[in-house]
């Protein structure tokens, strides 16, 4: 593996690689193996008593795991990192890694409904206590502390309201109690936004999303401080939540082009969220990089851009969403987001329908609350699809 950091991020993203085998290719092939071979006995004793950095198991380490580890290790400005085989086991591994019974989790209420579901019905079932936060009174943080607090965990922007907080005020919280402060950047990636350098410890990441950006394969990661990492390693070891080779192979290669659709997603969302900015069966718009958004100013100060995903709430409420959901021609419905494709998904009734109507109204999902993950189309395309679905919706 060559020197990590040793160019700026694009390149990085594009040239951090495996080192090539006698066969000089210049892709990484596929290490598509569940074991690896040791030359005598004492290489495989050594490695088996974590003497080598050798590969043992797949389930542990497999090179073309490393190279995604590695990159986004890399891109994030981290010291450290594990990949898993999906976005929510990797924030499963950051909670049970470094919590335990009578731990207490401060976490934003504003948060995907699955792991809302890991916090409030699995974590009181492990003696791990929790309390929401309200990201939108960011004040009334530090009085939620308690003695035996030992993570706050946010996403920012949100899922998918795209609520947004300072992070540079959250770890100022967090250091000056010693808590862990675990940020979930799938939104924006580390192309737009970077927490550790704002303080943060933990980053993890949905790589299903914008890191594949193509709908194809599941990954997640978490990456961060050292000593925090080698806890999430032993406990995913044991546990077994490896991501397999080929995702990580897909997913490396997926990040060679991960700035340029990165920064095309957000020229077209911010294009698209200005146009509807004014459409009469709106009452709401909410994008990062819109002066209308209530955390503005934090999103232009800690993101370099505003992702791709547009909200918007239609006047009709649920009927008129079904409406224009039915009435999309180019936009596909799915669970999905950060696809080359163009999605439209109602919150409310997919991704957090396991929330009850005051957990959906806490954290913003109102029932006409349509969420956009803007793809690679031409913008022009995306929002005449939009305005004639909107149009259908009356």
Same mark, same amino acid.
């Given at each position: 593996?060559? %020197?990590?950091?040793?160019?700026?991020?694009?390149?990085?993203?594009?040239?951090?690689?495996?080192?090539?085998?006698?066969?000089?290719?210049?892709?990484?092939?596929?290490?598509? &193996?569940?074991?690896?071979?040791?030359?005598?006995?004492?290489?495989?004793?050594? /490695?088996?008593?974590?003497?080598?950095?050798?590969?043992?198991?797949? *389930?542990?380490?497999?090179?073309?795991?490393?190279?995604?580890?590695?990159?986004?290790?890399?891109?994030?400005?981290?010291?450290?990192?594990?990949?898993?085989?999906?976005?929510?086991?990797?924030?499963?591994?950051?909670?049970?890694?470094?919590? %335990?019974?009578?731990?207490?989790?401060?976490?934003?209420?504003?948060?995907?409904?699955?792991?809302?579901?890991?916090?409030?019905? #699995?974590?009181?079932?492990?003696?791990?206590?929790?309390?929401?936060?309200?990201?939108?009174?960011?004040?009334?943080?530090?009085?939620?502390?308690?003695?035996?607090?030992?993570?706050?965990?946010?996403?920012?922007?949100?899922?998918?309201?795209?609520?947004?907080?300072?992070?540079?005020?959250?770890?100022?919280?967090?250091?000056?109690?010693?808590?862990?402060?675990?940020?979930?950047?799938? #939104?924006? /990636?580390?192309?737009?936004?970077?927490?550790?350098?704002?303080?943060?410890?933990?980053?993890?990441?949905?790589?299903?999303?914008?890191?594949?950006?193509?709908?194809?394969?599941?990954?997640?990661?978490?990456?961060?401080?050292?000593?925090?990492?080698?806890?999430?390693?032993? #406990?995913?070891?044991?546990?077994?939540?490896?991501?397999?080779?080929?995702?990580?192979?897909?997913?490396?290669?997926?990040?060679?082009?991960?700035?340029?659709?990165?920064?095309?997603?957000?020229?077209?969302?911010?294009?698209?969220?200005?146009?509807?900015?004014?459409?009469?069966?709106?009452?709401?718009?909410?994008?990062?990089?819109?002066?209308?958004?209530?955390?503005?100013?934090?999103?232009?100060?800690?993101?370099?851009?505003?992702?791709?995903?547009?909200?918007?709430?239609?006047?009709?409420?649920?009927?008129?969403?079904?409406?224009?959901?039915?009435?999309?021609?180019?936009?596909?419905? &799915?669970?999905?987001?950060?696809?080359?494709?163009?999605?439209?998904?109602?919150?409310?009734?997919?991704?957090?329908?396991?929330?009850?109507?005051?957990?959906?109204?806490?954290?913003?999902?109102?029932?006409?609350?349509? *969420?956009?993950?803007?793809?690679?189309?031409?913008?022009?395309?995306?929002?005449?699809?939009?305005?004639?679905?909107?149009?259908?919706?009356?």
């Amino acid at each position: 593996m060559q %020197k990590e950091n040793q160019y700026q991020p694009e390149t990085n993203a594009v040239r951090i690689q495996t080192a090539r085998t006698d066969e000089m290719e210049h892709s990484t092939p596929l290490f598509l &193996t569940s074991s690896f071979c040791y030359d005598n006995a004492e290489e495989m004793r050594a /490695t088996f008593a974590d003497e080598t950095d050798f590969n043992i198991y797949s *389930r542990f380490s497999n090179p073309n795991v490393d190279e995604f580890v590695n990159k986004m290790v890399a891109l994030e400005g981290a010291e450290a990192g594990y990949a898993t085989a999906s976005g929510m086991s990797a924030v499963f591994a950051s909670f049970m890694a470094l919590l %335990k019974a009578g731990d207490h989790l401060l976490s934003a209420r504003s948060i995907f409904g699955s792991t809302h579901t890991v916090v409030t019905k #699995f974590l009181p079932k492990w003696g791990i206590e929790y309390s929401y936060f309200d990201m939108n009174d960011p004040g009334s943080i530090e009085a939620m502390i308690k003695p035996n607090t030992k993570m706050i965990f946010v996403e920012t922007p949100s899922n998918p309201g795209l609520e947004i907080i300072d992070l540079k005020l959250l770890a100022d919280i967090a250091n000056k109690h010693n808590i862990i402060l675990n940020v979930d950047n799938c #939104f924006a /990636t580390p192309v737009l936004q970077r927490p550790l350098e704002l303080g943060a410890h933990l980053v993890t990441h949905s790589a299903t999303k914008w890191i594949d950006g193509q709908g194809r394969v599941l990954g997640g990661a978490v990456v961060g401080r050292k000593d925090l990492i080698k806890e999430i390693y032993i #406990f995913c070891r044991s546990s077994g939540p490896a991501m397999s080779p080929f995702n990580a192979w897909v997913l490396s290669k997926s990040m060679e082009t991960l700035f340029v659709r990165m920064e095309r997603h957000s020229q077209s969302a911010l294009t698209l969220a200005q146009a509807l900015e004014n459409n009469p069966h709106l009452s709401m718009v909410r994008y990062p990089m819109l002066p209308s958004h209530p955390q503005y100013e934090i999103a232009k100060k800690q993101m370099s851009g505003g992702g791709g995903i547009v909200c918007f709430e239609l006047k009709g409420g649920i009927a008129s969403g079904v409406k224009f959901l039915n009435a999309l021609k180019l936009l596909s419905l &799915t669970a999905n987001l950060g696809d080359s494709r163009s999605i439209a998904s109602h919150p409310a009734s997919t991704t957090h329908a396991k929330l009850t109507d005051a957990e959906r109204a806490n954290v913003g999902i109102t029932p006409g609350l349509i *969420r956009i993950s803007v793809g690679l189309e031409n913008v022009k395309d995306i929002l005449a699809d939009i305005e004639q679905a909107l149009e259908q919706s009356k």
